[in-house]
């Protein structure tokens, strides 16, 4: 990444003021607090913020953004889609594989962290990653099962998603993780399990649900469990009432959310 990258694509990113931030599109994921900004999308308008496999056109925002443009300019990807992802302190992005809703065409996606605090990581089955700014990390969505838990500061990501090209891949054969990054999440004990799952059922006995299926959710950037049981908790709590359209409802969304979305899904929310 060029030197100081982050720091004067932060500084332009505050002083364009009138930026047309978008509420995220892929809602059912993530808590609230996620917003989006297309700088390049199928339709050329940066409020089209729904991924899909395209040539894609340059929005208005990218010339507010020269640092940004002059980084895109010269990396040589083929690229696909662009946009900056803002979340608020606290967000969470929940336990997700991304592109099974896309063609097969091989796509990788590269994050430039450009605003972020010490405490913000994305997390993996076993492992959190913070993600320093001016480093560029690489991504492979349809394999990595993954989520995101903000700390306690606005945290501003570009977000390439690139098919891939002959520089590409040979860059990719270079990749390496900084172990400084890297932290192993705590095994998890049945006590913990059973403490949560009470306390998600007081939640719901006062009207609470949302509260409780989120509370369910962050397990799995909390602990190294199974893929896919922060999705088995919640169906456990409604199977404890008897709530079959809710059983079923998780049931699906697991399934959607580790193996096949649908486009049309995401565009119907």
Not at 35 to 54: A, R, Y
Not at 77 to 99: I, Q
Not at 217 to 233: A, E, I, M, R, V
């Amino acid at each position: 990444m060029p030197t100081g990258f982050s720091h004067d694509a932060a500084k332009e990113i505050e002083q364009a003021t009138s930026l047309p931030w978008q509420e995220n599109s892929y809602r059912e994921y993530t808590s609230q607090g996620y917003e989006v900004l297309s700088l390049f999308s199928k339709t050329g308008d940066s409020t089209d913020t729904i991924i899909e496999d395209c040539s894609p056109k340059a929005t208005l925002e990218l010339d507010k953004l020269p640092t940004i443009r002059s980084f895109l300019e010269h990396c040589n990807l083929s690229l696909m889609w662009v946009r900056l992802n803002k979340l608020a302190p606290g967000t969470c992005f929940w336990e997700h594989r991304d592109y099974s809703e896309l063609s097969e065409k091989q796509k990788v996606r590269l994050h430039v962290p450009i605003s972020t605090s010490p405490d913000s990581y994305m997390v993996f089955s076993d492992t959190s990653v913070h993600l320093k700014p001016d480093t560029l990390w690489l991504l492979r969505p349809d394999s990595d099962v993954h989520g995101f838990i903000n700390g306690q500061s606005v945290r501003i990501h570009l977000i390439i998603d690139a098919y891939l090209n002959n520089e590409l891949s040979h860059e990719i054969d270079q990749v390496y993780l900084l172990e400084e990054s890297v932290t192993i999440l705590p095994e998890p004990t049945p006590d913990i399990y059973n403490k949560l799952l009470s306390l998600a059922a007081r939640l719901v006995d006062e009207n609470r649900e949302h509260d409780a299926e989120e509370m369910l959710l962050t397990t799995f950037l909390q602990y190294n469990q199974p893929l896919g049981f922060s999705y088995d908790l919640v169906v456990s709590l409604y199977e404890k009432y008897s709530r079959l359209e809710k059983v079923q409802e998780w049931i699906s969304r697991k399934y959607r959310f580790l193996h096949q979305e649908e486009l049309q899904n995401v565009k119907n929310k």
